[in-house]
Structure formats: structure tokens, C-alpha cells
């Protein structure tokens, strides 16, 4: 049994209808722990106050906003390599949620920089890379929205994926050659200690599970739906036919 | 030219199955068949513009030259620099004779804007003749042509044919070419697929 | 591939958009910016660099949509994707075409327009190469969106949308060479860096253009 079979959308529809429930649920909880626990249960830290505990959304956002796109690169690639529809499919309904990830993440780290350094927005490198990315998820999802055969569509975005994940990624770079800026390097490297201590650290890696399996769920659910319209738009053709 | 089994596809429809052909050097085939049936799709689909869904085209390759509804004529450039372009992309010589097959001496250094839809229908058709490739396929070819440019064009195609080419036509208009074998497309078109034999994967994904 | 190019400018001359307009634009987008910001000499000598390089990009992205909108409706892209030249090669002719067309006028015009915008004289020679070695870049990215959206009905905005973002790299490593070299810094570094993309654009993104055109052909 290989994993391509999950590719077609008759087997993808009773295994993903399955599985949702065993992801749903586990990320409200993980969530809803993880923001509670970092929220109202940690330390005050001594020179940060309480806003720092906004990093229990701003980091898993910031992480979750990489990913997805990274998420799409790969699910293009498999459409473009060996197409498979549900892949295609998986790209187009993981966009809008990368998107709102990417929203959130700036949206956070605003209120956070305000206090921090006393500015909403300074075009800091970490910033201006996920402004640019929110742009890259804009130009993907027009894409998507203005044609209308459903496989040139997902010929031409997976195009405009792979195209664009190198120029976001020379972006990057060029953005930190532009501006060595104010933000703190990752919170989260392999030694986590060195930067967060434990008390912080824990509830911050259950939120990221939490946001983890969000996002699964909510892939998964939109993929579904994604599936279902292209479902009733063959049975119409089929109709249109007889 | 071997055309077997081509199944084709309209915006994500599929509107032709099975449909077989050869065309040997010389010989000329008609497509007919009532509008939308699909002739424009498998005439796109022997070009290779469009994907067969099933079925294979097998021809040698750079022998076709298609001529669709739109003829690739700029209109700021002269007659004669549209065919000029036309040669050069397909690294043919000089445009004249071109232009005398499809009486468009006359006009050779006016813009193509001021031409009349006729003329610039013959241009179109002119192009074929420049880019020196055996296989036609002509699509429509005498739409906006009077009578006198039927015929001539039609003369066109006998002498292309005489010289070992081959022409895949799609119309309604008897171009005098008695010779020539007609496909009717009626019977190749596609049926709605009977539940549990759907090619769309999509139409099976049931809850 | 010679006769594609030719004939595109000769069609950029004759219709008379082509030239004019785009070096038009730039000197507009020039002009409108001191009117904006004041007359401040050392204010405008230090944001000259940027306002050049942002007027040169969106001077370039105004002709980007009808690269292949114009060849698409008249049928011209069908015949020339059933012609012997390969679909890569039509989209490298049309890209040196649209960079002869835009690119290079505005590469010239740039260091007269630099005067109003009171450049220091050192930084005219990083203006020019960097407009010359970047813009390349700038054609071949937009060609490569106007091959996405060419079988869309209103591209237009949406073209816009899809290539800016793509620009970001270039734009910042040109300006910056600009910025660098007009205050006597060095500026070899963004230069080669732009030069790159430019380099990893032109060999690669044909291949990308040429297949989209082929999705949107079918």
C-alpha cells in the first residue's frame, strides 16, 4: 500500500473524514492549554512586563506562516511531478490559511513592538520578510481566484509556487543584507534554554503543537470542501452531457 | 500523419472519443460534423497545442503548419513583412510566390489594418504556403472569402496536395476538392460516462 | 529568434507606445517626487538612488501585459508555438525585446533624470550599471507573470500583484549598490549580488514562462 493512494480523492475523502475528529479535537485542547497556561499561569519576566506572553500566537504564527508555504512548495511539486488533484487541491486551501497566519504574526508582533521599542512597525528584517511574504501569499491566491479551468489553475499556481519560494527565499536574504535590524534572533534553537527558560518554554511548544494540528485540521476541512465543489461542478458536466 | 484512438477535451469536458484517421502524402480530409462538436478542439489537439486525453497522435515532427480563426496578422506591418516574419521564423526564402497564390501582389506594402476582412483572411491562408511544412491544418479556411477566393484558394490546396502534401480541413464549404475523404465527426462524440466508469476522479469521490 | 525580435520592435516603434510611453513615466514618477517631498538638495540626494530604481521598475511594469496579450488574441502565440523555434526561445526573443524596448532607454535616461534628483557625482556610474545589469532581471520577471496571466480577460492588476513581489530582490540590491556607491562606499557587493539573480533569471525562468504559455495555450 503506498501513499499515493491517499491522492485520490474517493480514498482521501474517507481517510480524511476519519482522522479529522483525532486532530480537531487534540488541537482545541492543545490550544487552548498552551494559551491559558502561557497567558494567566507563567512569571511576570522581569524587563519585558506582560506583553512578552503575546509570544504564545506571534511565534507559532511566525513558524506556521513558513511552513504552510513550505507545505504548498511541496504539494505543488507533487501535482506538477505525478498529478494528483487532492495535492493541487491541498495547495489552494492551505494558502488562505498561511495568509491569515502570516496576518496574525505581524499583527502580534506589532502590538508587541510597540511597547518593546516603542514603534508599531519599523522595517526590521524579520518584518519586511513577512510583509513580503503576506504579498507572496496575496499574488497565490489571486492567481488562483482569476482562472477559472480548475487544472490550468493548478498548473499555473504551482508554476508561480516553485517561481516564487526561490524569490522569497533570495528576498530574504536581501532583506537582511538591507537591514540588520532590532529583532531578536529565534527564540527556539535545538539548545532552547539558552534563550527561554523552561517555565515559558513548555506552554510556548504546546501552542506550537496546538497550531500544528490547527492547521491540519483546517487543511484537511477546507481540502474537503475544495474536493466536494469539484465533485458537484464533474456531476453538472456529467449532467450537461446526458 | 496517424491520428488513433484521440480522445479531446473542451474546458475540462470531454467532447470527442475515439476518434481514429491516417492521412497519407497527397490526400486531403474533411471534418464535419455540427458546430460544437469539437473540430477546432482536435484540430488544436493534432497541432499539439492541447493534450489528447487518450489515444496517440503520431506525425513526424515541424511537418505542420495550423491555421486557426485568428490569422497571426499584425496590423501595423505591411503584407508583405507579416509574410516575411512568418518565412523567417521558419527559415524559408522569399514571400512572392506566396503572395501571387493568393492574389495579394497588389497589396504587398499596405498595412494590414486597411485591409478587408477577405484580404486579410488570404494573408492568413499565405502564410501557410511560406512556412514550407507538408501537413495543413486548416480550420475554418474560408471564412470572409467570396466566391473567386474559394476558388483560388481552393487551387491552392490542389497543388499543395499535388506536390505530396496533406491537408486536415474542418468545413462546411465544398472547396472543389473532389478527391478529398470526409470524416463525419457526429458518431465519435463523447457520452456521458455511465456511473462507476468515470474518467474524473472527482465525480467518484463520494462521501 | 532574430526576426521575432526585430519584429516586435519594429511593432514597438510603429505603434508608438513602446518607447515613449515608459520613459515617459519615468521622468513623471521623477518629477512628481521632489514635488512631493520638497526641494531639500541633501534630502533628495539621499533618497535619489531608491526613487530611481522604484521609477525605473514600475515604468517597466506598465508595457509587462501586453508582452503577449497582443500575440495571444490574434492568434500570433499558437502559430508561433506550432513554429520550429522553441516556445523557450520565443519567450528569451520577447524578453530582449521588451529589455531593448524598456530596459535600455530607461537605463539611459536614468543619469539625466539623476540630476534633478541631485545625485552625488559618484554615484552615476553604479546608477547606470546597476540599471544595466538589473533591469535584464526586470524583463524576465515580468515576462515570466505575463505569461502566467496572458490567458486571463483583465491580467492587468493582477499581473501587478504577482510580479512586484518577485522584484524585491533585485530592487533592493540595485538601490543599494546606487546608495552605496553614491556616498563613496563600497558598492562591488549588491552589484554581483543583482548580477546573479539577474544571471539565475534570464537562464532560468524561459523554461518556467515557456511552460505556463503552454497551460494557457491548451
Given at each position: 500500500m503506498s501513499i499515493w493512494e491517499y491522492a485520490n480523492p474517493k480514498k482521501f475523502m474517507e481517510t480524511s473524514g476519519k482522522v479529522l475528529p483525532w486532530v480537531a479535537i487534540p488541537s482545541a485542547l492543545l490550544c487552548i492549554v498552551g494559551l491559558v497556561w502561557g497567558f494567566f499561569f507563567t512569571p511576570e519576566a522581569e524587563n519585558f512586563g506582560s506583553t512578552v506572553k503575546i509570544i504564545y500566537l506571534h511565534v507559532p504564527a511566525a513558524m506556521m506562516a513558513i511552513n504552510v508555504w513550505l507545505m504548498m512548495l511541496v504539494t505543488s511539486l507533487v501535482w506538477i511531478v505525478r498529478r494528483h488533484h487532492v495535492s493541487a487541491l491541498a495547495a489552494k486551501a492551505a494558502a488562505p490559511i498561511g495568509l491569515t497566519m502570516t496576518v496574525i504574526a505581524l499583527v502580534t508582533g506589532a502590538l508587541w513592538g510597540q511597547p518593546m521599542w516603542g514603534t508599531w512597525w519599523a522595517w526590521d528584517p524579520r518584518l519586511t520578510s513577512f510583509l513580503i511574504l503576506a504579498l507572496f501569499y496575496l499574488g497565490y491566491i489571486a492567481l488562483w481566484a482569476a482562472i477559472e479551468e480548475p487544472d490550468t489553475a493548478a498548473d499555473l499556481t504551482g508554476v508561480l509556487c516553485i517561481v516564487g519560494s526561490v524569490f522569497a527565499l533570495l528576498s530574504r536574504y536581501a532583506v537582511n543584507f538591507w537591514n540588520q535590524g532590532l529583532h531578536q534572533g529565534a527564540?527556539?534553537?535545538?539548545?532552547?534554554r539558552e534563550n527561554v527558560s523552561n517555565v515559558y518554554w513548555i506552554p510556548l511548544v504546546i501552542c506550537i503543537a496546538g497550531f500544528v494540528l490547527l492547521f491540519v485540521t483546517l487543511v484537511l476541512l477546507r481540502t474537503r470542501t475544495e474536493i466536494r465543489a469539484r465533485r458537484l461542478s464533474a456531476l453538472l458536466a456529467r449532467e450537461r452531457m446526458a | 500523419m496517424q491520428v488513433q484512438g484521440v480522445s479531446c477535451a473542451r474546458g475540462g469536458v470531454t467532447v470527442l472519443d475515439g476518434v481514429s484517421f491516417t492521412l497519407e502524402p497527397g490526400q486531403a480530409l474533411v471534418l464535419r460534423g455540427p458546430n460544437g462538436i469539437g473540430k477546432t478542439t482536435l484540430l488544436r489537439t493534432v497541432a499539439g497545442l492541447q493534450p489528447a486525453i487518450a489515444g496517440k497522435v503520431s506525425l513526424p515532427p515541424e511537418t505542420l503548419a495550423y491555421a486557426g480563426h485568428a490569422d497571426g496578422v499584425k496590423a501595423t506591418l505591411s503584407v508583405a513583412e507579416n509574410l516575411a516574419f512568418w518565412a523567417a521564423i521558419h527559415g524559408q526564402g522569399g514571400v512572392d510566390g506566396a503572395l501571387l497564390a493568393m492574389n495579394l501582389g497588389q497589396l504587398r506594402d499596405r498595412a494590414a489594418k486597411n485591409l478587408s476582412a477577405g484580404q486579410r483572411r488570404r494573408l492568413g491562408l499565405a502564410r501557410l504556403i511560406v512556412t514550407g511544412r507538408p501537413i495543413w491544418l486548416l480550420d475554418e479556411p474560408t471564412v470572409s472569402l467570396d466566391s473567386d477566393s474559394v476558388a483560388l484558394f481552393g487551387a491552392v490546396l490542389r497543388g499543395h496536395l499535388a506536390e505530396g502534401g496533406a491537408a486536415l480541413i474542418a468545413t462546411h464549404i465544398d472547396l472543389g476538392l473532389p478527391e478529398a475523404r470526409v470524416l463525419d465527426l457526429t458518431p465519435y462524440k463523447a457520452r456521458a460516462p455511465q456511473a462507476g466508469q468515470s474518467r474524473d476522479a472527482f465525480a467518484e469521490a463520494v462521501e | 529568434m532574430i526576426a521575432l525580435i526585430l519584429r516586435d520592435l519594429r511593432l514597438a516603434i510603429r505603434s508608438g507606445g513602446g518607447f515613449g510611453l515608459g520613459l515617459a513615466f519615468f521622468l513623471l514618477v521623477v518629477v512628481l517626487v521632489p514635488l512631493g517631498v520638497g526641494p531639500e538638495p541633501a534630502t533628495l540626494a539621499k533618497i535619489a538612488p531608491g526613487i530611481l530604481w522604484v521609477g525605473a521598475l514600475l515604468s517597466c511594469l506598465?508595457?509587462?501585459?501586453?508582452i503577449f496579450a497582443l500575440d495571444f488574441e490574434d492568434g500570433s502565440l499558437d502559430l508561433l508555438a506550432t513554429a520550429p523555434m522553441p516556445l523557450e526561445g520565443v519567450v528569451a526573443a520577447k524578453t530582449l525585446a521588451h529589455w531593448l524596448v524598456t530596459g535600455l532607454p530607461l537605463t539611459l535616461a536614468a543619469p539625466v533624470l539623476a540630476v534633478l534628483l541631485n545625485l552625488p557625482g559618484q554615484g552615476y556610474s553604479w546608477l547606470v550599471a546597476s540599471l544595466a545589469l538589473g533591469t535584464p532581471a526586470l524583463s524576465m520577471i515580468g515576462v515570466f507573470g505575463a505569461s502566467l496571466t496572458v490567458g486571463l480577460k483583465r491580467g492587468g492588476l493582477l499581473l501587478s500583484l504577482l510580479v512586484l513581489p518577485l522584484y524585491v530582490p533585485t530592487l533592493i540590491f540595485g538601490a543599494e549598490a546606487v546608495r552605496r556607491g553614491a556616498m563613496g562606499m563600497e558598492a562591488g557587493t549588491p552589484l554581483l549580488l543583482m548580477a546573479g539573480i539577474t544571471a539565475g533569471s534570464v537562464a532560468l525562468l524561459p523554461f518556467a514562462s515557456a511552460a505556463a504559455i503552454r497551460v494557457n495555450l491548451r
Open positions: 527564540s527556539l534553537s535545538l539548545d532552547a | - | 506598465l508595457s509587462l501585459d501586453r
